[in-house]
């Protein structure tokens, strides 16, 4: 089977292209390196870096290609020392070593460009641009950059884009630094992160629903909580669980998001590419202590609105984050992905290695052998400069070397 580590271009600066290799492909036994080339703004506790505090801002490890983003208004931020190629060295380090390499591409999470140019971010239902790292993926401005962005990296000769951010974002992470004091239930944070922007709402309309109905429906139902109520009580188990204007509102997206996948990926295949969707519902739903509660991942994708099937229909691969404690839930949200998928679609299910959900290579191990026996066809490990090296040698045990 197959297996995957998440790295940086900075992981791979510090320590050196060959040394990290050593360790990815011969200790730990992964046969793929899952490299950064775009990522977005983060301040992250980097154990083995040069800097164990890192600081990383929005932009791509290369130059983008002239040809490919000639007319498009938006342009990625670069990233300092890529005019140095360091993903072309890493491609030809891997292909002398038979190693596969998959350019990690952030799409539609940028500050930068979201700040820059506040027309292309998500509009909530008061009006308020108020998420400036969610790109809409309904604007055209977006789906031509995602597009550029994608057959730039794919250009650099990778074997697959990962595509993390490829679809809508959430209330909850739509910034670097948020407060609430307000209480707020599920249903009123998901109505908050619904995008109401002229090309969201036109494009509902065209599928035939009362975009305006559903807008007010979301400020009546926000605003009575932002004016002292209580929140709406319970979860929110599916999509017929939103008030009816709402729920037609959020199915609308869902082919919004599925168009743009499918656009990205026939320009990846157009580079000699695949494109692998990353699926950021699992993170979601057990990011913070790895307890996910309620329905399976695949069947709350909707809150982010991604359609498993529909895309899976037009991807040749699909990751999904389990970051989960047990190896039963593993177990079923992989099996959950694997129903849902066409068998055409490669699935691939990423796990953390160490905190908040894996105690020891035991832990990890069954965690990996739950996900392969429910369908997964790689396991894929977050991320190599992120846990200390102790944590990173759990991973042999996890695949049977």
Known sequence: MRSALYTFVEDLRAEGVSQVLDRVLDTYGCDTLTVAAAYHRARDVTPHGPARVTLRQDGVHFTPPADLFDGVRLTPPVQPGADREPLRELRRA????????????????????????????????????????????????VRSYAVALARSVARLGVDAVVAESLHYGTFGHGYHHERSFVPLGPLEEFLLGLCFCPHCTRHAEEAGVDAAKARAVAVESVGRVLDGAAPTPG??????????????????????????????????????????????????????????????????????????????????????????????????????????????????????????????????????AAARTAGADAVDFYHYGLVPFPVLERIPTALGR
């Open 94 to 141: 891997t292909a002398d070593r038979g190693a596969a390499l998959h350019g990690w591409t952030v799409f539609l999470h940028n500050t930068t460009l979201g700040l820059a140019h506040p027309d292309v971010t998500q509009e909530n239902c008061f009006g308020d641009r108020a998420a400036p790292a969610d790109l809409c993926p309904a604007h055209p401005d």
């Open 235 to 368: 979860s929110l188990g599916g999509l017929d669980d939103l008030p009816g204007p709402v729920a037609a509102y959020a199915r609308a997206r869902r082919s919004t998001v599925t168009s743009l996948a499918a656009a990205v990926a026939d320009a990846v295949a157009d580079e000699g590419s695949d494109l692998v969707f990353l699926d950021l519902t699992g993170a979601v739903k057990g990011y913070g202590d790895g307890l996910p509660t309620g329905a399976l991942a695949a069947e709350d994708a909707w809150w982010t609105g991604v359609d498993p099937a529909a895309v899976g229909a037009v991807v040749p691969g699909y990751s999904v984050l389990a970051y989960a404690r047990d190896p039963a839930r593993i177990a079923a949200d992989t099996a959950a992905y694997r129903s849902a998928l066409p068998d055409t679609c490669a699935l691939r299910t990423v796990l953390r290695p160490g905190a908040p959900d894996t105690e020891s290579a035991h832990a990890l191990a069954d965690k990996t």
